[in-house]
Structure formats: structure tokens, C-alpha cells
């Protein structure tokens, strides 16, 4: 069974810092293209970024020189390290095993995490 959840979420001034993390249960995560998407209100899901197995990383340009995706093979985990946050940047965020680094998400979508930024 397949599963993922996300957490690290929460409420922050605009300028703040967040780090999410993505525990993924399920076959040979080190195999795995890793994502993380987020849905603001009234908008559509987007991928934010995405590491490849060898640690190459893919951002939404928005995004760029503020958040950083890593991996931790051993640990099964994903992270998201966002720096510099933005109003904007409100939403809620969730992990995906992806097909390539730039989207396809697989697996079934986990619960999500709230980022809330205040101005």
C-alpha cells in the first residue's frame, strides 16, 4: 500500500521561513521522482518542484532561489525548504511520486499540508 503524508505547514509573516516534509510509505522510494505541488484557493494544482533520483531539481520559476526540494533516501523522505515567503505562496501543499521532474503525479494524493502567509 502506497501512501504519503505531508506536514510542516502553518501560518508565517510574509519573509518567514517553512520547511515541509513529505513521509512516503510504499515501494523503493529511493527509486522515485519526487514532487511537490501546491492549490491555492480557486486556482489549480501546480508543480512547485521536483528532485529526480539523481538530485537534479525542477522549480516553477515563481518559486526560484526561495525554495529548495531535497531527498532523504534512507529516511524515505521528501522536503521543502521555503525561504522568503510570499502572500502568494499561500496554499496547500502536497507531495507526489511523479513520472518525470516536470509533473505526472502517481501515486494517490495524501491529505496535504496548509502554508498560510501573511502580509
Known amino acids: 500500500q502506497v501512501q504519503l503524508v505531508e506536514s510542516g505547514g502553518g501560518l508565517v509573516q510574509a519573509g518567514g521561513s517553512l520547511r515541509l516534509s513529505c513521509a512516503a510509505s510504499?515501494?523503493?522510494?529511493?527509486?522515485?521522482?519526487m514532487g511537490w505541488y501546491r492549490q491555492a484557493p480557486g486556482k489549480q494544482r501546480e508543480l512547485v518542484a521536483a528532485?529526480?533520483?539523481?538530485?537534479?531539481?525542477n522549480y516553477v520559476d515563481s518559486v526560484k532561489g526561495r525554495f529548495a526540494i531535497s531527498r532523504d533516501n534512507v529516511k524515505n523522505t521528501a522536503y521543502l525548504q521555503m525561504n522568503s515567503l510570499k502572500p502568494e505562496d499561500t496554499a496547500i501543499y502536497y507531495c507526489?511520486?511523479?513520472?518525470?521532474?516536470?509533473?505526472?503525479?502517481?501515486?494517490?494524493w495524501g491529505q496535504g499540508t496548509q502554508v498560510t502567509v501573511s502580509s
Open positions: 507526489n511520486v511523479l513520472k518525470t521532474v516536470v509533473g505526472g503525479p502517481l501515486w494517490p
Open positions: 528532485i529526480a533520483i539523481g538530485g537534479s531539481t
Open positions: 510504499g515501494p523503493i522510494f529511493s527509486t522515485k521522482i
